[in-house]
Structures are given as C-alpha cells and as structure tokens.
C-alpha cells in the first residue's frame, strides 16, 4: 500500500480482496482539530497564569511599598473600589502612600485564585488574608490587625499584556491581635524593608 500527504487529508492506495488496486482519501482532519484544541487549552493556561502573576506582582508592590510596581498591575484608566477609597489608579496610589506608612509592616497572603478568560477579557477572584502591624501607642501594645477579603477583577489584554481594568474588594471579616513589640533587631535573617532596600531586591525579584 502506497500513499501520498494531502493538506485535505492522506491520499491512499489500497488493494480490495479481488486484487482491485483502488484509491481512496482518509481525512487527517480530526488530528489537526485535535491539535488546534491544545493550542487554544495551552493559550488560555498561559493567559491564566499571566492574570494570576498580576495580582501577585501588585501583593508585592503594596507590601514593600513599591508604587511603580503597582501602578504596572494597572491599565492607565483602570478604577479601583477599594471600600474606603474608589477612583482612579493615580488616587489609589496617592491613598494607600499615605495609609501604608502609619503601619510597622504589611504582608498579603494568597489563597484561592479563580480565572475565566473570553478572548481578551479576563476575570479573576483572589483570596487574600492581609496582616498590618500597627505600632504601640502610649499604653496600648502593638497588634495585627487582619483582614480577610476577596480581590476581584476584571482584566484587559491591551498590547499583549494583561492588566487590571477595574478592580473591586469584597470584605469576609476582620480581628485585631494583640501582639509583643520590640525595637531589638530579628534573631535570624534580616531585617525586611519596605522599600528598594529590601533584601529581594539585591536578588533582582521586582
């Protein structure tokens, strides 16, 4: 059995049980379908990945205070309901500069990270536990306060990079910890900094 490549299918000759020699065209189309459905799968887990990273780099950004860094999670018009502040990015960034420094540290955990992507148009969900340290004040001690709240965006894909377009947080619930406070350098590790002085930075993380 001889056969020959077609971009429509595989062009075969084969021999019929009468000794015939016929020939005869086998489609190759399910392949190609099959193929064009991993392309699109590997795409959308790529464009997920991309919209995950985003929300990550902004965590970053807000604990260390890297406002360059957050203003790149963000599409020059973007808006941003942050509860006590919605507007645009250039305010949001203007507010949480002067919010963030009142506290001794700040630290976003992630948790659940929801995708759908349609095209160029993302939505994300993001589970976060957020801990700021406030300072002690007179006799009151240093304490966590903790909030547990659900990021949810819609994301854009404009000039192949996605970036929040509106942003909305959802508040779950909130405590106040008590905590031991003290000026005495950390007994391992170093010192964390909330600026371009951190530590990550030296490795080149940004």
Known sequence: MNDVCLSAGRRVLETTSRGKVVERTRSTNNR????TTMD???????DEAD???VHL???????????????????PDAIDRHGAYEGDIEGFIKWAAELLPMFESTMHFTGNQYVQ???DVG???HYARAFHRIRPNGDKPAADYVVNVRYIDRMERRN???RIADRMIAFESERTDPTEWTDAPPKFGYPSRRDKQDPSYKYGIV
């Open 32 to 35: 190609g379908k099959r193929e």
């Open 40 to 46: 699109s799968r590997l795409q959308r887990l790529l």
């Open 51 to 53: 919209i995950r990273q």
């Open 57 to 75: 780099r902004y965590c970053r950004g807000i604990d260390r205070m890297d406002f360059d860094l957050v203003r790149s999670c963000y599409h």
């Open 117 to 119: 992507v349609n095209g």
């Open 123 to 125: 939505y994300a969900e």
């Open 160 to 162: 192949g990079e996605w």
